[in-house]
Antibody, heavy 122, light 106 residues
Framework: EVRLVESGGGLVQPGGSLRLSCVAS????????MAWVRRAPGMGLEWVSG????????HDADSVKGRFTISRDNSNNTLFLQMDSLRAEDTAVYYC???????????????WGQGILVTVSS | ETVMTQSPATLSVSPGEKATLSCRAS??????LAWYQQKPGQAPRLLIY???TRATGIPARFSGSGSGTEFTLTISSLQSEDFAVYSC?????????FGQGTKVEI
């Protein structure tokens, strides 16, 4: 059974930083691209960042470019999202998601975590 | 970017009835479209990909159709566990984008 478990969320002030983690199990983590997707209150889902199977290729949405960094540790089956210079509009539930392919081309997501809440507020 | 518009925003249906959800793309996405189901506090679940292919373990009462800019998700006979929010996503154009969702309620 595929499992994706996020952690690291919470309340942070504008301009602050947080690091999200996602531990994967039930599949060969190092064979697949991964992504972070978020849902802000009352809004639809928004793709945030993606990373290829080996970590050599990453892509970010324009809304987070230069502020968020996606990375992965294949030896520990863990995906990360380093979030810096956080803004109120980054408040959302963040989901870790698996792609069915190794590369970060546009794709659907075949498995998702339950999500972790990030609140940016003073 | 490709804007995905779902309608209606809320669909009120009785158990056993058929539900038809629509998703429209601002430009062609061929058949590179997925549908997801999400219940409160749960992970999104992939239902349909490539516009009409059911994901692993998805019951046959869920079906998808369409191509280009117009897509439909049909739930043939609603079960109690089907009341949820349904989102469409295109992955033909970069970046992949999602619709706002349709809430299916009793």
């Amino acid at each position: 059974e595929v499992r994706l478990v996020e952690s690291g969320g919470g309340l942070v002030q504008p301009g602050g930083s947080l690091r999200l983690s996602c531990v994967a199990s039930g599949f060969t983590f190092s064979n697949y691209a991964m992504a972070w997707v978020r849902r802000a209150p009352g809004m639809g889902l928004e793709w945030v960042s993606g990373i290829s199977f080996g970590g050599g290729s990453t892509h970010d949405a324009d809304s987070v470019k230069g502020r968020f960094t996606i990375s992965r540790d294949n030896s520990n089956n863990t995906l990360f999202l380093q979030m810096d210079s956080l803004r109120a509009e980054d408040t959302a539930v963040y989901y870790c998601a698996k792609l069915p392919i190794p590369y970060t081309v546009a794709s659907y997501f075949d498995y998702w975590g339950q999500g972790i809440l990030v609140t940016v507020s003073s | 970017e490709t804007v995905m518009t779902q309608s209606p925003a809320t669909l009120s249906v009785s158990p056993g009835e058929k539900a038809t959800l629509s998703c429209r793309a601002s430009q062609s996405v061929a058949t590179n479209l997925a549908w997801y189901q999400q219940k409160p506090g749960q992970a999104p679940r992939l239902l349909i990909y490539d516009a009409s292919t059911r994901a692993t373990g998805i019951p046959a009462r869920f079906s998808g159709s369409g191509s280009g800019t117009e897509f439909t998700l049909t739930i043939s006979s609603l079960q109690s566990e089907d009341f949820a929010v349904y989102s469409c996503q295109q992955y033909n154009n970069w970046p992949q984008t999602f619709g706002q969702g349709t809430k299916v309620e009793i």
